[in-house]
């Protein structure tokens, strides 16, 4: 009897035994699995970090040289200011006279109709029409640039 008993004790011992056996092949298999994964995860990690210094480099190369044409851009800007070229209070005093003549144009389109035998008036006025169309011209010009 006790040997029968000692035999099932090993017997059940031996299917633990392969159980587990198993598990331990799968679990080496996960490790392996997983220890692949890592290596190509830190080599992806690697080529980043080599994509990111070249891209900092880059963006240094590129800040400097934007910071070197905002300068160029002042110096440019203040040239055309000492020489009057498309200065901002230049266009600001050609948008006011073109306003003021626009203004002066929309009160005496009155005028003209109700005096339309005065040939002087009217022909002073469509004169002014003339010169407020052309400085509105010039202005848009300046203001684009």
């Known amino acids: 009897m006790q040997t029968e008993i000692i035999k099932k ?33 830190k080599n992806i990690d690697k080529n980043h970090q080599r994509i990111n210094g070249l891209l900092r480099k880059d963006v240094e190369k590129y800040t400097k040289e934007n910071e070197q044409l905002k300068k160029e851009n002042q110096i440019i800007r203040e040239g055309n200011d000492y020489l009057g070229i498309y200065s901002t209070k230049l266009i600001d005093e050609v948008k006011k006279l073109n306003d003021d003549m626009t203004e002066t ?21 469509q004169g002014l029409i003339r010169f407020n169309t052309r400085l509105n011209e010039i202005y848009k010009k300046l203001k684009k640039n």
């Open 9 to 41: 004790k090993i017997k059940e011992k031996i299917i633990l035994d392969k159980e587990q056996q198993k598990i331990i092949a799968e679990l080496d298999k996960t490790i392996d699995r997983l220890e692949k994964e890592l290596q190509e995860v």
């Open 105 to 125: 144009i929309k009160v005496a389109e009155p005028l003209v109709k109700r005096n339309n035998k005065n040939i002087m008036f009217m022909t002073s006025i």
